[in-house]
C-alpha cells in the first residue's frame, strides 16, 4: 500500500505562484511514476504532469510552459505552478503508480483570483 498527502493548495491571484507537495509513504519502493492530475467544477479529472522513477517527466501541453514537476530523495513530489490563471482554479490530486495499482491523494485545492 501507498499512502500519499498534498499540501500547499490556497487561495492566490492571477499572476501569482504556489508549489504543491505530496509525501509518499508505504511501500516507496514499489512506485514507479507519480504525477498531479486537477479536476475543475464540472470537469473530468485531467493530466497536469507526470514524473517516473528515472526523473523523466511529462506535462499537459497547457501547462508546460508555467508548471514544473520535480520530486526529492524523500519520495516527495512537488508541482511549482506559475503565473496563475482563474482558469487553474480546481482541485489538485497527487498519484502514484506502481506495476498493480494506482494511488490518489485526497486532493488539495487551488483557487485562483482574477
Known amino acids: 500500500q501507498v499512502q500519499l498527502v498534498e499540501s500547499g493548495g490556497g487561495l492566490v491571484q492571477a499572476g501569482g505562484s504556489l508549489r504543491l507537495s505530496c509525501a509518499a509513504s508505504g511501500s516507496i519502493f514499489s512506485i514507479t511514476s507519480m504525477g498531479w492530475y486537477r479536476q475543475a467544477p464540472g470537469k473530468p479529472r485531467e493530466l497536469v504532469a507526470l514524473i517516473n522513477s528515472g526523473g523523466t517527466t511529462n506535462y499537459a501541453d497547457s501547462m508546460k510552459d508555467r508548471f514544473t514537476i520535480s520530486r526529492d530523495t524523500k519520495n516527495t513530489v512537488y508541482l511549482q505552478m506559475n503565473s496563475l490563471k482563474p482558469d487553474d482554479t480546481a482541485v489538485y490530486y497527487c498519484?502514484?503508480?506502481?506495476?498493480?495499482?494506482?494511488?490518489w491523494g485526497q486532493g488539495t485545492q487551488v483557487t485562483v483570483s482574477s
Open positions: 498519484n502514484a503508480r506502481t506495476q498493480f495499482k494506482l494511488y
